[in-house]
């Protein structure tokens, strides 16, 4: 099996922890989740879900916590509080 390579904003994150790096940000990826668990829970539970894989609530959970990571690092540059 090949290696899969998420599509949206995803393959950002993909790459950068890839190559062992990490994204800037006042707030990052873990930090969101640690701050409400339960969209976090709920995608997990549905990626386990009758048996079967499915990690389209995660993907789309993480995208937008990217999303979230890459506005406050835009505002930070513009000097803005994010």
């Known amino acids: 099996m090949g290696t899969v390579v998420p599509h949206g904003p995803c393959p950002i994150l993909y790459s950068v922890l890839s190559w062992g790096g990490s994204l800037p940000g006042l707030k990052t990826i873990p930090d969101y989740i ?7 829970y ?7 879900k009758e ?4 990690v389209g609530k995660m993907e789309a959970l993480l995208d937008e916590l990217l999303l979230r990571q890459l506005d406050s690092i835009a505002q930070r540059a513009r000097g803005h509080a994010a």
Do not use: K, T, W
């Open 34 to 40: 640690v701050d409400s668990r339960g969209p976090y």
């Open 42 to 48: 709920d995608a997990i539970e549905a990626a386990e």
């Open 51 to 54: 048996g079967r894989v499915d």
